[in-house]
């Protein structure tokens, strides 16, 4: 796909690609956010595309088309489909920058109504997307170890506390990320690993009118890491849009999560931990991104005020007792027991 500069001339090049995968009836084609790629909307007659696009040389859309290939073999995932290249027969373009899926339908989760069943419907999805991915090849797919969200960079942004934390907020998360030296370090290669999602947040899930889960998507920080981190996360953003960890729909979530993932009882100890250096991430490097990039200082912001409120109910360092643990407060009490044994609450 060709380089451009202006709007117009980003539709014609979309509609140049477009073509390649036989669309023609192209009704409309709208640029949106994203991390690194370039992404647009496109409306066509029938249906929804998503079109995505990196810079020349980079591995991302062979990356995250095999992943999204791989995860398709399960028919019954909400995940975008994959649109084949007439010219490849393959789903890349013909020069390797970009490809094409579907739109899936509803709204993102941050648009929707939270509830229990919809936390236990994630933990559902989740988990049967953790299964088909469970033995993908990271190697082969050109799936990293780590990126700039993995939580386990949460060490690197150390630095980041005295110009970034929200105010009173600096011990907090210096002692989130004391946490994560001292609780998850040293167990990080006993934790069962896969290539994971990484990034179940409130816009990579899409939730229809009737408020099941419709959508899983973008898989561009999809990692070779802990499964327990991909629930963690999922956690961390839940908790952003409820106000609280220990909220009743991140508990339901948690507790259907650890079940369904078959999170043994280290796993399961070191949630909380790990939603929280999701959520250090969210505020330090979402902060740091936007000083160096203030044109994307929205984008890379829009859990910001989110995550400071959440940090805030976390009522200081003393708010950290029991960080390794997710007991009977938080509605885990036991739960790693039902998970080795397969039963579902």
């Known amino acids: 796909m060709r380089q451009v500069a202006d709007a117009a001339s980003a ?23 994203s991390e690194t790629d370039r992404t647009w909307l496109v409306a066509t007659r029938r249906g929804g595309l998503v079109v995505k696009r990196s810079p020349h040389g980079s591995a991302a859309p062979r990356t995250q088309a095999g992943l999204l290939a791989l995860a398709a073999r399960d028919a019954s995932l909400p ?27 509803g709204r993102p989760l941050e648009e929707a109504t939270l509830t229990e069943d919809l936390a236990a419907a994630l933990a559902r999805h989740q988990a049967a997307l953790m299964d088909v991915l469970a033995d993908a090849d990271a ?10 969200w993995s939580l386990d960079a949460v060490v690197e942004y150390a630095p980041l506390v005295d110009a970034h934390a929200p105010t009173g907020t600096a011990d907090v998360l210096r002692a ?10 040293p167990v990080r290669g006993d934790l069962p690993a896969q290539v994971i999602h990484a990034d179940l947040n409130l816009s990579n899930v899409l939730v229809a009118d009737g408020g099941e ?3 899983i998507i973008d898989f561009g920080d999809a990692v070779r890491a802990p499964r327990a981190y991909d629930v963690a996360v999922a956690a961390c953003y839940l908790a952003l849009a409820c106000g609280a960890l220990d909220h ?3 508990r339901r979530y948690l507790q259907q999560a650890a ?52 940090l805030a109910s976390v009522g200081g360092v003393d708010g950290l007792d029991g960080v390794d643990g997710l007991d009977g407060a938080n509605g885990l009490d036991g739960v790693d027991a039902r998970a080795a044994e397969g039963t579902i609450a």
Do not use: F, H, K, Q
Request: charged share 25%; net charge positive; with cysteine.
């Open 213 to 215: 889960v419709s959508g």
């Open 176 to 185: 989130v990320i004391d946490g994560y030296r001292a609780r998850v370090l």
């Open 139 to 148: 190697d082969a797919l050109g799936v990293p170890d780590a990126n700039a």
């Open 259 to 310: 079940i369904r993932c078959r999170l043994g009882a280290l796993e399961v100890s070191l949630l909380r931990t790990l939603a929280l250096c999701r959520l250090a991430i969210v505020i330090l490097l979402g902060r740091e991104s936007a000083r160096r990039a203030p044109d994307r200082a929205a984008y890379v912001l829009r859990y910001d005020r989110l995550a400071e409120r959440l």
């Open 11 to 33: 539709r014609d090049a979309v509609e140049e690609l477009l073509a390649e995968y036989g669309v023609r009836d192209i009704l409309a084609v709208t640029p949106t956010a």
């Open 79 to 105: 995940l975008p489909r994959l649109l084949t290249s007439a010219t490849t027969g393959a789903a890349l373009s013909a020069d390797g920058t970009a490809y094409v899926t579907t739109l899936c339908p």
């Open 248 to 250: 009743p729909v991140v």
